[in-house]
């Protein structure tokens, strides 16, 4: 399996129903492949966050950034105005 291979089956991996020899390939090339574990642990935290009851708040300083790269891109787009 190589790291195209995995981010195609990742749902299936992830599915707690997955297929005993798709969940050995995948485990067998997260041993050796540091960017996949990080894509599957990051697939995985995602659905614990979305799928948590409780409500997730957002840190101060990410408002704070958003709202900053939303007025850039606001005074951006009033002054050219048609070019999205």
């Given at each position: 399996m ?5 981010v ?8 707690p129903?997955?297929r005993?020899e798709?969940?050995r390939?995948?485990n067998e090339?997260?041993a050796?492949?540091?960017?996949c ?13 979305v ?6 708040e957002?840190?101060?300083w990410?408002?704070e950034q ?6 850039l891109a ?11």
């Amino acid at each position: 399996m190589n790291c195209e291979e995995l981010v195609e089956q990742l749902s299936e991996y992830l599915d707690p129903d997955a297929r005993e020899e798709l969940c050995r390939q995948i485990n067998e090339h997260l041993a050796h492949c540091r960017n996949c574990r990080v894509e599957v642990d990051t697939a995985r935290k995602t659905i614990q966050i979305v799928q948590s009851p409780q409500a997730v708040e957002t840190p101060v300083w990410v408002s704070e950034q958003l709202g900053r790269q939303l007025a850039l891109a606001y005074e951006a787009r009033a002054e050219n105005p048609g070019t999205d």
